[in-house]
T-cell receptor, first 110, second 109 residues
Framework: DGGITQSPKYLFRKEGQNVTLSCEQN?????MYWYRQDPGQGLRLIYY???????QKGDIAEGYSVSREKKESFPLTVTSAQKNPTAFYLC?????????FGPGTRLTVL | GQQLNQSPQSMFIQEGEDVSMNCTSS?????WLWYKQDPGEGPVLLIA?????ELTSNGRLTAQFGITRKDSFLNISASIPSDVGIYFC?????????FGTGTRLQVFP
């Protein structure tokens, strides 16, 4: 089955801890994206990567970091510098213009 | 970051009714996409539009790429309960998508 997987579905962390969210795709897409969604809000772009070993900041990159060592994987680290990390995080990938999304990870920082 | 204006913000309709929603921007886009998001899930792509004036259907859904390239419309005919969710538009003109603020659709039997 081709698709995008994000794990875990729910994640709880204590304030001040870094946490890494996983995103894997087997669609052979070059580009991958991370979005943040807050309740009742649209999607805001955190980081994106168009090729392996390269990535760019989106609109709200502060307090986040990413890596792209493999085409299939684009993990997102939410650092302790992110002031309000509790949110729904969505990963997407695309071959051209159409982006396809994973099921999301809901992060709650206590 | 930029977000597209999407209206209405929410709709409460009866099963069987038709639905219309739209998305407007101050910028020109080369591609318009429409997504549906169920609660707690990732958005699912419904329709993609690539040319100004293009009208594309997917079952009961029909979307149009505005002639000015600054707007797009989505219509749902004969709504059913499983149409409930949030509908997002997205426009593309560089290597990123700009998303609308979403239209929340509630369908009552």
């Amino acid at each position: 089955d081709g698709g995008i997987t994000q794990s875990p579905k729910y994640l709880f962390r204590k304030e001040g801890q870094n946490v890494t969210l996983s995103c894997e795709q087997n669609l052979n897409h070059d580009a991958m994206y991370w979005y943040r969604q807050d309740p009742g809000q649209g999607l805001r772009l955190i980081y994106y990567s168009q090729i392996v070993n390269d990535f760019q900041k989106g609109d709200i990159a502060e307090g986040y970091s990413v890596s792209r060592e493999k085409k299939e994987s684009f993990p997102l680290t939410v650092t302790s510098a992110q002031k309000n990390p509790t949110a729904f995080y969505l990963c997407a990938s695309s071959a051209r213009y159409e982006q396809f999304f994973g099921p999301g990870t809901r992060l709650t920082v206590l | 970051g930029q977000q597209l204006n999407q209206s209405p913000q929410s709709m409460f309709i009866q099963e069987g009714e038709d639905v219309s929603m739209n998305c407007t921007s101050s910028s020109i886009f080369n591609t318009w996409l429409w997504y549906k998001q169920d609660p707690g899930e990732g958005p699912v792509l419904l329709i993609a539009l690539y040319k100004a004036g293009e009208l594309t259907s997917n079952g009961r859904l029909t979307a149009q790429f505005g002639i000015t390239r600054k707007d797009s419309f989505l219509n749902i005919s004969a709504s059913i309960p499983s149409d409930v969710g949030i509908y997002f538009c997205a426009g593309q003109n560089t290597d990123k998508l700009i998303f609308g603020t979403g239209t929340r659709l509630q369908v009552f039997p």
